[in-house]
């Protein structure tokens, strides 16, 4: 079995959790801060169900490529589907999480809503921030795109798409929790996190009540893993699945697959370094006008 330390040191661990400590710490300087961190932040992940299930609707498209060498029947020997469900899997969650019955979408909507109300952005402050993106945001997400979704009938692609998506999954795991670590628990349960308490976690959006914090903690908390770790194994199986239906070494796959990985890792650190420096600045201005 492939495993996930074969993608990624300590050492480059280490580095990837204090890239994102740095962001967290700058947002929590100021509402205001947060309000950027959580809408940029919101933005980027908001393409991950779709570009999940367009990786997973390209691998299954590809009935030539994933086949099983002991099945002398080709039409029988097809396994594309075998190899895409287990990417699908997290898309699943996604677009309708079972317990909230909401699209995580939705829950990330609700919690940059309550993030504009504790900053009291007005919602002309709101689209101001918000629109135009900024030229950072918009090449994080222009490479997410080109990295992610990749394209049918075309294995090298599809397997480095598949590294893309076992490194979303491997990370979002480490974000999630390194946010719900400084929003909440360093916080003392004060500031966001106590005025979204105070109000029952609730805001209105759609015409319905929903979670504004569910968000983060369905994903991961600083106590425990979430959704993320279950869709990493996921993952890993369609690497397995795909090296066993590929008539390429393991070898081979696994460099396709560590090549994807690495093109997310640059665009991951990419947007947390921006992030930090936009949150850092907003604070800084903020207090200078004080």
């Known amino acids: ?23 967290c710490d700058a947002a929590v300087r100021d509402p205001y801060a947060q309000f950027l961190f959580i809408d940029r932040y919101t933005r980027w992940n908001g393409y991950a169900g779709a570009l999940v299930a367009k990786l997973s609707g390209n691998i299954g498209e590809s009935q030539d490529l994933f086949l099983d060498a002991n099945e ?14 287990h990417v699908l899997d997290a898309t699943v969650d996604e677009h309708l999480d079972k317990g909230h019955r909401v699209p995580h979408r939705t829950l990330a909507q609700a919690m940059r809503k309550a993030a504009a109300d504790y900053a009291g952005l007005s919602i002309d402050d709101r689209n101001a921030l918000s629109e135009p993106q900024p030229v950072w945001l918009k090449d994080v997400v222009a490479r997410t795109f080109r990295y992610y979704g ?13 590294g893309t998506h076992i490194a979303s999954e491997s990370m979002a795991d480490r974000e999630y929790s390194i946010i719900d670590r400084v929003f909440r628990a360093e916080r003392h349960y004060e500031g966001f996190y106590q005025y979204l308490r105070d109000r029952d976690f609730r805001v209105e959006l759609g015409g319905k009540l929903v979670h504004a914090y569910a968000w983060i903690t369905i994903h991961a908390t600083f106590e425990s893993q979430g959704v993320e770790a279950e869709h990493l194994a996921e993952a890993m199986k ?7 239906y590929r008539p ?9 697959a560590r090549e994807g990985y690495r093109h997310f890792a640059d665009i991951q650190r990419d947007f947390f370094l921006h992030a930090a420096s936009e949150c850092d600045a907003a604070a800084d201005s903020r207090q200078q006008a004080a």
Request: negative net charge; hydrophobic residues 45%; glycine residues 4%.
């Open 72 to 85: 002398p029947d080709r039409a029988q020997a097809v396994r594309g589907m075998d190899v895409a469900g």
């Open 150 to 162: 990749s394209f049918p009938h075309d294995a090298e692609a599809l397997i480095r798409s598949i």
């Open 1 to 23: 079995m492939f495993r996930i330390e074969e993608f990624q040191t300590a050492a480059e661990l280490e580095a990837m959790e204090s890239t994102i400590r740095r962001a």
């Open 238 to 244: 369609a690497l397995e699945l795909a090296a066993r």
């Open 248 to 256: 390429e070494s393991r070898e081979r796959i696994l460099e396709l």
